[in-house]
C-alpha cells in the first residue's frame, strides 16, 4: 500500500481501537484465514470466580454423591462455615487450597483465595511456595506440603487422584475449571487426595458474535488453551468453535509450537491472547494481536492491540486492512 493508504488505514483502525504496529501488519491482517484465540481472558473475561469445593473422605471414598463426601453444590451460594458445630471438610480443603494459592498471581488462584476469605475461613502463610506453570501449585502449610492443580501436578507427586475423577469430569463437563487438593505429610508418609476445588469464569457477551463473523468471512476459528479437554470443549461449545478445533492442555513454553503446527501447512494465522504466557504465540503467529487489558509483554509481542476487551475488534482488525487495501488498490 502507498504511505498514504497506510496512514488512513491505521488513522480509521485507531478510532476504533485497533493499533496496528506499522504499514505491513495493515496489509497482513487482510489475508488471515484462521484465528486462533487463547481462551482466558480472551474469548472469557478471566474473572474467575470459586463455585464448588468437594471434599474426599479420609476412607478414599468414591467422590459421588453422598457416602464420605461432603459437597458443597455453589460456594458462592452459602453464607460463611456451618453454623456452631465441627468445621465441615470442605471449609478445611478450601482453607488449605487458599493458604497454599495465597503465594500465586495466577486468576485460578485469587478466585479461590477470594472465595476462602468470603467464608470468613482464617487461612494460613504458606512457606517455602512453588509455583508449578500450567500445573499448580506447591506450598507447605500448617507444616504440611499441599499441593493444588491439575491430574498431572498430583501424578508428578504420587498421589492417586482416582476417587475424584467423576467429581472431575462432572465439574469440566460444566465448563468450570477444576483443580485437585492434596496433603503431602511431612517426612515419608504417603499424598492424601483431599478434595477438589472448581473456579468459572463467563464467557464474553460478544465471543459468539465475533466467533460467527469470522465464520461467515470464512475464517476458520480455533481455539487454544492449557485448560484441560472437557472445559475447553464446554467454552467452545458456547462460543462456536468446532471441538475438532480446540487445542487443550497446552503448556505456556508449548503455545508458540501448537500455533506453528497450525501455520505448518501454509495457514495464515491471527493468533489473539491477553496473558504473559501468550507472547511467544503472539510472536510466530502471522499476525498476533494483544486484547483489552493485556499485559505489557502480549502488547509489546503483538503486531495488533485491540484497546478494548471486545473480540469483535478482532473481526474489526481484519475488515479495516481489508476496507483500505482494497479502496487504495
Ligand atoms: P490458561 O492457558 O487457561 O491461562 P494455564 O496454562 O495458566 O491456563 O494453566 C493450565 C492449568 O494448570 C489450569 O487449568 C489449572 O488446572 C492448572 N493451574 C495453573 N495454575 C494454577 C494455580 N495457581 N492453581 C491451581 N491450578 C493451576
Ligand atoms: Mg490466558
New binding site residues.
Partial sequence: ATPAATMVGTTIGAQHGVLFKGGDVLERAKDVDTVVF????TLTAGEMELTDVVAVGDDGGTVADGGTVAERGDAADEGSAAGGGAEAPEDEVLRLAASA?RG?E?P??RA?VEGAESRGLDLADPEEFE?V?????RATVDGDEVL???RK?LRDAGVDAAPAAETMERLEREGK?A?LVARLPAGDGDGELLGVVADADTVKPSAERAVGQLRERGVDVMMI????ER?ARAVAERVGIDPDNVRAG???EDKSDAVEAIQADGRRAMMVGD?V?DAPALAVAYVGTAIGSGTDVAIEAADVTLMRDDPLDVVKAIRVSDATLQKIK
Fill in positions: 487463547d481462551k482466558t481472558g494459592e500465586s495466577h485460578l488462584a479461590i509455583n506453570p500450567g500445573h499448580g501449585v493444588v492443580g491439575n501436578l475449571t483443580m488453551t492449557g485448560d484441560n472445559t497446552v503448556l505456556p496473558g504466557n
